[in-house]
């Protein structure tokens, strides 16, 4: 109406056809402008961090799934250790392993796909092109296991919850996230205080949801036994404190038909029961008192499933290819201690841990030396950076070792003979010599401003200390004291959470599509905030430069660009003795179970595409 009032009130005072011609133009622009907006932030139901997702918006069901599998029995797992907590979204506590079987997200993610999500509590989802901000739409068939529905106010009361009483890593995970906003009963928007942050809107869809009216009178971030209430597959059945914990499944559970969940889920009953000694659980899986393992110890892989249950078909041993990105395991050093401060003492030490040896000895040559933060995936550095990549570099040139432009990252190699390693420990005290460190004739020690070089490795599973006993006979040569010192889980997590550790063996696990958690494990605002994953203390501006251009990567090409390019540098910085990496999984089981034709690429799928064969 007032676009044909203004157009008359031109004819009436004789503005003439130029104006109206200009002024039809400008109109023109306007809601064609308008119309591209309006196009740009249509519903969706998928997302793809890059590119397109796999499966379209017709399809029936994952391509790793049985949809016809059938329903019932039950499935039972073990787990090394103990449990105080049902709650494993704070800090405080040990919490039982499988709560995630009792939440939903609001989008959820595949096992055959480097990072998309559909549709699930949020049925559709909308977002600008810059990704400023992102909105969800909830199913209003999504209810909580007492019938009550999901609400936006459950969405922003999880967000709001998970900042403020979480563990620290959603405080960095979600930190540009300006807040959350309830546009009705089913519509939450979550603001951005970026633009071009492409991660974001899928992060968001990651988040665990709660029932705000179920935790209006408990406190979220203690330590409880108390079975929560959730909106997920399954719910708490049994508690057994520190031992067992037991999930049924909820028949009537609201999401069984999506699409996304067709032939998911088939177990009326998971239970994982606890031990404290690994031996131990091992025989208590030959005796038939848990269904499935997954070995992580190559030496036990190789010699000790020869019993009787397997050799008779009773137990299926086999290995399973994947394709998932191994990213770091190694000795992390605590870099807030004074003697692991030089790069050059951390460089040194690696000379004196002999992989090629160890592999043979201790894992019958099963393992790969790890030789990137991002293994075993596209986004590993390789060779000198030339293109791109070195584009990117040379902007820090100042900042960084010469070397790492010049050479390509090896960790200290020998021929595994045992006697080679002699040339890396000379190497080793050359490098400690000229870094200021000389032998104690007395002591037998090296140090330093009459500070002794040595250190403690901290370790929580005895399985690793073969692998940590020659590392330290070698140190021990070149008058390097070190010692291993074994705790319980417990006490191991509390004192990784507090930093109080010299060495620790850590596992930096990766995504095919990094991004925001990369803060968690490197960035300098997580290096002082106890319970963050920058266990190693890393305060690297040209790192936290790179984290922030891996957040922002406009596409698929150049986010493997710039996560070479933070791969190099923290490799150069020696943070981390690299071990080794496996490219399958090592599974057995009871035959007992249905699987699907399909193995997802990225994960093994017992738990949720596995069934029973007599439900």
Same mark, same amino acid.
């Given at each position: ?121 949020? @049925? ?110 399954? #719910?708490?059945? @049994? ?59 190559? #030496? ?96 820090? #040139? ?218």
């Amino acid at each position: 109406m007032l676009a044909c009032y203004f157009l008359l009130s031109m004819f009436q005072n004789k503005l003439g056809l130029k104006m109206f011609i200009r002024y039809f133009v400008i109109l023109g622009i306007f809601f064609i402008s308008n119309l591209a907006i309006a196009d740009e932030i249509k519903p969706r139901t998928a997302i793809a961090m890059h590119g397109e997702v796999k499966y379209k918006s017709n399809f029936k069901h994952l391509e790793y799934v049985n949809p016809d599998a059938p329903k019932g029995g039950s499935l039972k797992l073990h787990v090394i250790g103990s449990f105080d907590s049902l709650n494993p979204y704070i800090l405080k506590g040990n919490p039982a392993t499988g709560m995630g079987l009792v939440y939903e997200t609001l989008l959820v993610s595949t096992d055959d796909e480097a990072f998309s999500e559909y549709a699930n509590i949020a @049925e559709k989802f909308e977002m600008p092109e810059d990704r400023s901000w992102v909105r969800f739409y909830i199913n209003k068939a999504a209810k909580w296991h007492d019938g009550k529905p999901i609400t936006a106010e459950d969405v922003k009361w999880s967000f709001d919850t998970l900042i403020s009483k979480g563990n620290p890593f959603y405080r960095a995970y979600y930190a540009n996230v300006k807040e959350a906003v309830i546009e009705d009963a089913h519509t939450v928007k979550f603001n951005f205080n970026v633009s071009g942050n492409r991660e974001l809107p899928l992060i968001m869809g990651q988040m665990p949801v709660f029932p705000k009216h179920f935790w209006q009178n408990r406190e979220f971030n203690k330590t409880s036994l108390d079975a929560p209430l959730g909106s997920g597959p399954y #719910k708490v059945e @049994e508690v057994i404190a520190g031992r067992s914990i037991t999930f049924k499944r909820v028949k009537d559970w609201w999401g069984k038909d999506l699409p996304i969940n067709k032939g998911r889920y088939n177990f009326d009953e998971i239970t994982f029961t606890y031990y404290r000694d690994a031996p131990v659980a091992k025989q208590a899986f030959f005796a038939g008192e848990y269904d499935f393992i997954h070995e992580n110890i190559a #030496k036990d892989w190789a010699t000790s499933y020869d019993v009787p249950a397997v050799r008779e078909g009773k137990i299926i041993k086999r290995e399973q290819a994947h394709q998932r990105p191994a990213g770091m395991q190694g000795f992390a050093y605590n870099i807030r201690k004074d003697i692991f401060k030089d790069k050059e003492v951390r460089k040194a030490l690696a000379y004196a841990f002999d992989f090629e040896w160890s592999n043979k000895q201790f894992a019958y040559g099963a393992y790969k030396r790890t030789k990137s933060y991002f293994e075993n995936s596209e986004l590993a550095s390789h060779g000198v950076p030339t293109g791109r990549e070195l584009e990117i570099l040379e902007k820090f #040139k100042d900042q960084l070792p010469p070397e790492l432009f010049t050479k390509e990252y090896a960790p200290p190699k020998t021929s595994g003979n045992g006697k080679d390693i002699r040339k890396n420990l000379r190497i080793a005290k050359q490098i400690l010599k000229k870094a200021g460190w000389t032998l104690n004739k007395d002591t037998g020690n090296l140090e330093k401003d009459g500070v002794p070089l040595k250190f403690e490795i901290l370790l929580v599973s005895p399985a690793f200390e073969r692998w940590v006993a020659p590392f330290i006979s070698n140190l021990k040569k070149i008058g390097v004291e070190a010692k291993i010192r074994i705790v319980d889980s417990s006490q191991y997590q509390k004192r990784v959470e507090d930093f109080d550790f010299d060495i620790i063996v850590q596992t930096f696990g990766q995504s095919l599509s990094p991004g925001n958690e990369q803060r968690d494990f490197w960035h300098s605002s997580k290096a002082d905030v106890k319970g963050s994953r920058n266990v190693i203390g890393i305060k690297n501006p040209v790192i936290d430069e790179l984290i922030d251009m891996v957040i922002h990567a406009p596409n698929r090409n150049e986010l493997i660009y710039r996560t070479r390019a933070l791969d190099r540098v923290l490799l150069w910085n020696y943070y981390v003795i690299p071990q080794w990496y496996n490219s399958v999984f090592r599974i057995a089981y009871w035959d007992k179970f249905g699987l699907p034709q399909i193995a997802p690429k990225y994960n093994i799928g017992y738990i949720d595409t596995w069934w029973s064969k007599s439900p």
